[in-house]
């Protein structure tokens, strides 16, 4: 079945240091990959996305996510988090067939110590 | 700026009292979505408008019905709320040319059932 799974509910990293969340998706190709942010109370805004190429994607606000085809996954980061990030954070998928449909994965919401 | 507006932000109703949620966007994109998020959850996809073509997911409950007078706005009505219904409502558009097209999102509204 086709789905995608972010292993980490909550993370807590220090400001100032790096991030890393993860996304793993379970499909037989490749699917159109993105990363999203929701500040509270706020709606979804895109950080980047992922169809086809460079397998190294910059975004918004200074993050990343890479590709990995072997590993299903598409791991999102940042080398310097700042308090602002503190958010949650939604991997979403397009499998071929469903073209208007994102598959949301369950989130990772980011706290950030001063 | 192009956006995607919703209105109102917050909305206060009664349980069994009917509700409208509103969407309008100045993007001219030819889809329009329906969201419903609850609290710590994924969003959750209710419905869409490919133009006028309505397209519903399979597992939204008949209580939740939509409306799009024109490419710009699209209403979801909630006919008899229900307290499992208080829910962050998020519209989001995109502009479907053949491939696939990201979503843009509103800032939701935050529905309360009294």
């Known amino acids: 079945a086709q789905s995608v799974t972010q292993p980490d509910i909550h993370i807590t990293v220090s400001e100032g240091a790096s991030l890393e969340l993860r996304c793993n998706y379970s499909y037989g190709a490749t699917p159109y990959l993105f990363w999203y942010v929701q500040s509270p109370g706020q709606g979804l805004q895109l950080l980047l996305k992922y169809f086809s190429g460079d397998t190294l994607v910059q975004g918004i606000k200074g993050f990343e996510a890479e590709f990995k085809r072997s590993q299903s996954s598409f791991n999102l980061r940042k080398p310097s988090v700042h308090w602002s990030d503190a958010a949650e954070y939604f991997c979403a998928v397009v499998f071929s067939g469903s073209a208007r449909q994102l598959t949301f994965g369950s989130g990772t919401q980011l706290t950030v110590l001063p | 700026d192009a956006m995607v507006i919703q209105n109102p932000r917050y909305q206060v109703t009664q349980f069994g009292k009917p509700v409208t949620l509103s969407c309008s966007q100045t993007?001219?994109?030819?889809?329009m979505y329906w969201y419903q998020q609850k609290s710590s959850q994924a969003p959750k996809l209710l419905f869409h408008y490919y133009d006028k073509d309505f397209n519903n997911e399979a597992d939204t409950p008949d209580n939740f019905q939509s409306r799009r007078p024109n490419t710009s706005f699209c209403f979801l009505d909630i006919r008899s709320p229900g307290l499992g219904d208080a829910a962050m409502y998020l519209c989001?558009?995109?502009?479907?040319?053949?491939?696939?097209?990201?979503?843009?999102f509103g800032p939701g509204t935050r529905l309360t059932v009294l």
């Open positions: 993007l001219n994109h030819n889809v």
């Open positions: 989001a558009t995109s502009r479907d040319t053949g491939t696939y097209n990201e979503q843009f």
